[in-house]
């Protein structure tokens, strides 16, 4: 996802002199390309994720359109009282880049998990919170904030991540969900780099006789209400997916909306990370089996859901 995001804003800035891109000491070679072109446009803030995040809500009023690549780790729980302050108070229209979001750094222990910034971001008044689920969400995602800029975290992977879209989506609008695969029975509502998991449980299901939807909630906030109303009124079971404490993330804004709904409803389960700091050390696919947010572990969960009994 991070190659996708930094060829992308490459080609976004050549287009574009007021976009300036803020990093925390971090892509370094992986921005060669971006500073060749824009060589007066890169500002390396060094590991003061504090500075880089209020220097870019000051160059946001001032009428540029800035960008701060960070560990999203370090970005959202170092900064956070700047992002709250100096950008979303201001309004200042900032696009916050997240790598590396939930277990992408396992293997650096629970300093670099990222299992709370969904909560955290989306708490946050005038902020958008955009979970890209493939390399080509990444490419859509910054496109689509540069036609609207407004606050907004975009959380994204690390790299190596497989498409699940052909191509970039052409329809790819923040705020509006992607119906990837469409059935009767049971809804998948996936956001983030769980997304092509997702599809191959989907796949699974179908082939154990389910008849499944599969749905890219790419946007967390604001939530594509008038999905979730088709979605829960449509399928007998709706189960959201995200590698993310279940605790206040996509699972919990699905909940909050369903809580304000009069009518009978689907049967809703939230699966996500527990209420528990992960303390082992072992890379992703590793980490994601431990928390059973591996395609075994998702497939457990959710026929246990779909068969209680």
């Known amino acids: ?29 992986l921005f060669d390309k971006y500073k060749e072109s824009c060589p007066n446009r890169f500002i390396n803030c060094g590991v003061a994720e504090a500075n880089m995040v209020s220097m ?14 960070t560990i999203a780790s370090f970005l959202v729980y170092r900064a956070f009282e700047q992002i709250r302050v100096d950008l979303c108070y201001h309004d200042a229209a900032v696009l916050l880049v997240g790598v590396g979001g939930g277990l992408s750094y396992s293997s650096n222990g629970s300093t670099h998990h990222t299992l709370e910034d969904i909560s955290l971001m989306r708490s946050l008044p005038n902020m958008q919170v955009v979970c890209a689920g493939d390399p080509l969400e990444v490419r859509a995602a910054a496109r ?21 879209h052909e191509e970039v989506p052409a329809d790819f609008e923040i705020g509006k969900s992607i119906c990837l695969k469409e059935g009767d029975g049971v809804a998948i509502l996936a956001t983030g780099n769980l997304l092509p ?45 995200e590698e993310h404490g ?18 009978p409803m689907a049967k809703f389960l939230s699966i996500g990370t527990p209420d528990a700091f992960l303390l082992y050390t072992g890379n992703q696919e590793s980490a994601r089996q431990t928390l059973e947010l591996d395609e075994p572990g998702l497939l457990r969960q959710i026929n246990k859901f779909l068969n209680p009994s």
């Open 1 to 29: 996802m991070r190659n996708a995001f930094a060829d992308e804003i490459t080609q976004i800035a050549r287009q574009d002199s007021s976009v300036v891109l803020l990093s925390g000491d971090i892509g370094n070679r």
């Open 56 to 69: 870019s809500a000051g160059m946001a009023l001032a009428g540029m359109k800035p960008v701060a690549y």
């Open 144 to 164: 689509a904030y540069f036609k609207h800029p407004k606050p907004t975290y975009l959380r994204i992977g690390k790299k190596g991540e497989p498409a699940v």
């Open 197 to 241: 998991l997702c599809s191959k449980v989907s796949d699974e299901l179908d082939r154990n006789g389910s008849s499944t939807s599969l749905f890219s909630f790419h946007t967390v906030k604001p939530i594509d209400e008038k999905a979730l109303l088709r979605i829960f009124t449509s399928h007998e079971y709706v189960i959201s997916v």
């Open 246 to 263: 279940r605790q206040g993330g996509f699972g919990s804004a699905v909940a909050e909306w369903l809580s304000r709904q009069e009518k």
